[in-house]
């Protein structure tokens, strides 16, 4: 059974940093294209990083541009995702997915980020 496994989310003050993991299973990881998405409380969930393969092409939104940074170990079948310089709009609900996943509709609980001061 396929499944993805968010978890590094926190409480951190603005400025601060945290590393999220993202853990896969039940699928060869190696061979998907793995995007993180975030939801805001009241928001649409949107894109927010994406790495491709099999180069491991990174792109990024806008919005965290020069701040976040995507990566991913293929032998571990998890990726991760570096937030640095967090702002209190980067609070929300962090999941990773691939597109076939997100097609389906089938997402994981997600891990949650809260930057407040």
């Known amino acids: 059974q396929e499944q993805l496994v968010e978890s590094g989310g926190g409480l951190v003050q603005p400025g601060g940093s945290l590393r999220l993991s993202c853990v896969a299973s039940g699928f060869t990881f190696s061979r998907y294209t793995m995007t993180w998405y975030r939801q805001a409380p009241g928001k649409e969930r949107e894109w927010v990083a994406s790495?491709?393969?099999?180069?491991?092409?990174?792109n990024y939104a806008n919005s965290v541009k020069g701040r976040f940074t995507i990566s991913r170990d293929n032998a571990k079948n998890t990726m991760y995702l570096q937030m640095n310089s967090l702002k209190p709009e980067d609070t929300a609900v962090y999941y990773c997915?691939?597109?076939?996943?997100?097609?389906?509709?089938?997402w994981g609980q997600g891990t949650q980020v809260t930057v407040s001061s």
């Open positions: 790495i491709t393969i099999p180069v491991g092409t990174t």
């Open positions: 997915n691939t597109e076939s996943r997100r097609l389906r509709g089938s």
